[in-house]
C-alpha cells in the first residue's frame, strides 16, 4: 500500500512541479485575425497565464524603439485579460496603411484581494530580426486577390504544397473553408495540426479568415474555437468586404442530423442555422453587399442534396442568397473537384467544390472575377470567370 500510495502521490504531484518550474514563454503565434480597413485582431498563447498587450509604430524606417510606442493591451469589461489565449484588438488604424509591431505578455503568479503578483515578460523580437508587420485593408480598392484551402485534416506537407504557390504580399486574404483538423481535441492539436504551419509561412503578417466545417464542431475543445478565430461580430458567420468583392462567409455545422449518435446530445445545428438565416436575411440587405460588383459565398458544405446539414444549406441559406444576387459559391467538404452548375430546383449560382488536395487563387478587377484552382504541383485544374454586376 505504501509503494502504491507514493507511486500515485508522485504522479499527481510531480507533474504539477514541472509546470510551476517551466519558464513563461509564448507557446504559439502571433497571428493575424479580423484584418479591416481600420483595425486586426492580434491573437496568441502562453504556457501560463498572463496579461498582454501590442506595441505598434508605424513604417516609417525608424527604429522600432526609437520613442515610446502606444501599447493596447488585451482587456474586457475594464479589466486588463487574465488568460493563456491573447486577443488584442487594435482599432482607430489608417487604411491601407502598413504597421509594424510586437506582442508582449507578463505572467500573473497571483491574485490576491488588490494584491497581483507578477512575473516576467515574454515577447517577440525586435533586435536580432525585423519586427513583424501587417498592412490595413485599403478602402475603394479596384482589385482584390484571395486565396482558399480546405479538407486539410491535418496534413502539414498538403498545407505546405498548396500555400507555397500563394505569393503573400501580394494576396489580400486566406480563407481556411472548414475541416482543418479530424476533430479538436486540445490546443495543442489544434496548432500543431495546421495553424503552427500558417503562422510560419504568413499568419502572423498576412491576414487569414476562418469559415468552420462540420469537422471543427468535433471533439471537447470544439466549443473554444471561437476564442483562437475571432470575429469583428462575434459570430463565425459574417461578411467581408475587399476590394470588389463582397464574401458572405457561412458556417454550414455538422452533416447529420443533431439526434445522431455521434453528437452524444451536445449540438444543437438545427437551431443554429435557423438563427444564422435570419442574420443571412438582414446581412445581404447591407450596402458592402449590395453594392458590391461581385458577391462570393463562402461555405464549407455545398447544397448538394443528400445529407441532413447540406439540405439545411439548401432550405435555409441558398433562396436568400438566390433572391440576393449571389454569384458564386466555393466549398469543400467532399474530397473532389466539382464544377455545379447553376441549379434551377436550387442554387441560381455556380457552385466549386475544392478538393482536399488543391487551392483555389482568385483576381477580381473591374472586367471580372477570375477564379483557378491549382493541384499540389502546381498545375491548373479548372477555371471560373465571373462577370460584374452593374
Keep these: 500500500m505504501t509503494k502504491k500510495f507514493f507511486t500515485l502521490l508522485y504522479s499527481v504531484i510531480f507533474p504539477v512541479l514541472l509546470f510551476a518550474q517551466e519558464s513563461f514563454q509564448i507557446t504559439h503565434g502571433p497571428y493575424l485575425q479580423a484584418l479591416d480597413e481600420a483595425g486586426v485582431s492580434i491573437v496568441w498563447t502562453t504556457n501560463k497565464t498572463a496579461i498582454s498587450w501590442v506595441e505598434l509604430a508605424p513604417e516609417d524606417g525608424s527604429h522600432f524603439y526609437r520613442k515610446e510606442r502606444p501599447k493596447y493591451f488585451a482587456t474586457q469589461y475594464g479589466f486588463k485579460t ?39 515578460v515574454a515577447a517577440t523580437q525586435v533586435y536580432r530580426k525585423d519586427p513583424l508587420r501587417f498592412t490595413t485593408a485599403a478602402p475603394n480598392a479596384k482589385t482584390t486577390t484571395f486565396a482558399m484551402i480546405n479538407d486539410i485534416h491535418a496534413k502539414n506537407d498538403v498545407m505546405k504544397k498548396l500555400l507555397s504557390q500563394v505569393d503573400f504580399e501580394k494576396n489580400d486574404v486566406v480563407f481556411f473553408n472548414g475541416d482543418m483538423d479530424n476533430q479538436f481535441m486540445s490546443e495543442k492539436q489544434t496548432f500543431e495540426s495546421f495553424m503552427d504551419t500558417a503562422i510560419e509561412m504568413f499568419a502572423s503578417q498576412y491576414p487569414m479568415f476562418y469559415a468552420r466545417g462540420n469537422h471543427e464542431t468535433r471533439g471537447p475543445f470544439a466549443d473554444k474555437i471561437a476564442a483562437y478565430f475571432p470575429t469583428k461580430s462575434g459570430n463565425l458567420y459574417y461578411l467581408l468586404r475587399r476590394g470588389p468583392v463582397c464574401f458572405v462567409v457561412l458556417d454550414s455545422g455538422e452533416d447529420k442530423p443533431d439526434s445522431d449518435i455521434e453528437y452524444s446530445g451536445i449540438v444543437n445545428f438545427d437551431e443554429y442555422r435557423t438563427k444564422q438565416a435570419e442574420w443571412l436575411k438582414e446581412a445581404l440587405k447591407q450596402s458592402e453587399y449590395v453594392n458590391a460588383p461581385y458577391k462570393v459565398v463562402i461555405c464549407h458544405m455545398p447544397p448538394m442534396e443528400g445529407w441532413h446539414g447540406a439540405d ?20 469543400g467538404h467532399l474530397h473532389r473537384h466539382i464544377n455545379v452548375p447553376p441549379n434551377s430546383k436550387s442554387h441560381a449560382f455556380p457552385v466549386l467544390v475544392n478538393s482536399n488536395t488543391s487551392i483555389v487563387k482568385a483576381k477580381a478587377d473591374e472586367k471580372q472575377l477570375q477564379i483557378e484552382v491549382f493541384d499540389q504541383e502546381g498545375k491548373k485544374v479548372d477555371s471560373i470567370y465571373i462577370q460584374p454586376q452593374r
Design 82 to 120: 487574465k488568460d493563456t489565449v491573447h486577443h488584442v484588438r487594435l482599432d482607430g488604424l489608417q487604411p491601407g496603411t502598413s504597421y509594424r509591431y510586437r506582442i508582449f505578455s507578463q505572467e500573473v503568479k497571483s491574485h490576491e484581494w488588490v494584491n497581483v503578483e507578477y512575473g516576467r
Design 312 to 331: 439545411e444549406v439548401i432550405e435555409k441559406f441558398v433562396p436568400l442568397l438566390n433572391a440576393a444576387g449571389a454569384q458564386i459559391m466555393l466549398s
